[in-house]
């Protein structure tokens, strides 16, 4: 089984920075991708990115390119979400997850664990 606990939520008015993380335990892998999603009050989870184990491929939604970065340290079991130029739209449950294949694919189907996620509040 593999342990996920994120980190680094909170509030923070439109046009700030947090930084979120997520430690792995438990459970290996040779290589895994991770992701970041996110789900609004009332709204379906959604993809917000995702990084392949040597990094050297990542995926954005839309919403988020040229905003937000992923990034991994894999010495630490660690992901991390630089999150900067906040919207209230941003404004979510902020989740983790682990893709085993390691294609750091957007398709929410693919992730075979999820930390319990973080709150991120955008005040405008």
């Known amino acids: 089984q593999v342990q996920l606990v994120e980190s680094g939520g909170g509030l923070v008015q439109a046009g700030g920075s947090l930084r979120l993380s997520c430690a792995a335990s438990?459970?290996?892998?040779?290589?895994?991708?991770m992701g970041w999603f996110r789900q609004a009050p009332g709204k379906e989870r959604e993809f917000v990115a995702a990084?392949?184990?040597?990094?050297?491929?990542?995926n954005y939604a839309d919403s988020v390119k040229g905003r937000f970065t992923i990034s991994r340290n894999n010495a630490k079991n660690t992901v991390y979400l630089q999150m900067n130029s906040l919207k209230p739209g941003d404004t979510a449950v902020y989740y983790c997850?682990?893709?085993?294949?390691?294609?750091?694919?957007?398709?929410?189907?693919?992730?075979?664990?999820w930390g319990q996620g973080t709150q991120v509040t955008v005040s405008s």
């Open positions: 997850a682990v893709e085993t294949r390691d294609w750091a694919t957007p398709d929410l189907g693919e992730y075979d664990y």
């Open positions: 438990g459970r290996t892998f040779s290589k895994y991708a």
């Open positions: 990084i392949s184990w040597s990094a050297g491929r990542t």
